[in-house]
């Protein structure tokens, strides 16, 4: 297996849109409301835009309101990696592709039962794989 975290800055680049460069390797954010996935609906997995390490299940996603695709739980916490983050004025819980380090959003304990956590993640950071219904 490839050591993700090991690559340069340059493959990203090469790799990812400028966008997603931005969200997923220098921790930006989208704007609110305007992700590809805050509304999606159909059954599937959602990967890392990065290394393509399956995180979420359509089946935790969930409506926050908060115009950012949410989850109640990951797919596989072993793949999340958290860490404190006081940007922008604020004490926050960051949450991380474990696999390849990319900025994936934040985690906040105001979500539904039976977690009651919100994992708030930006769609550009995300890769939606339909699931075939059998």
């Known amino acids: 297996m490839s050591d993700w975290r090991d690559k340069d800055p340059s493959y990203w680049r090469d790799k ?53 695709p949410s989850f109640y739980r990951a797919a596989n916490s072993e793949r999340i990696e958290e860490e404190e983050d006081n940007s922008r004025g604020m004490v926050r819980t960051e949450i991380m592709c474990k696999v390849c380090g990319s900025h994936l959003g934040h985690v906040f304990p105001d979500g539904p039962q039976p977690t009651g956590l919100r994992y708030c993640v930006n769609s550009l950071s995300l890769k939606f794989q339909e699931r075939e219904e059998d």
Do not use: H, M, V
């Not at 954010?29 to 990967?47: A, H, V």
């Not at 393509?52 to 926050?64: G, H, P, T, W």
């Open 16 to 68: 990812l849109t400028p966008q997603q460069y931005e969200i997923c390797r220098n921790k930006g954010t989208e704007p609110p409301f305007t992700g590809e996935y805050n509304s999606e609906k159909r059954s599937g997995d959602y990967l890392c835009a990065c290394c393509e390490a399956k995180l979420f299940d359509s089946e935790a996603k969930y409506d926050s309101g908060s115009g950012w």
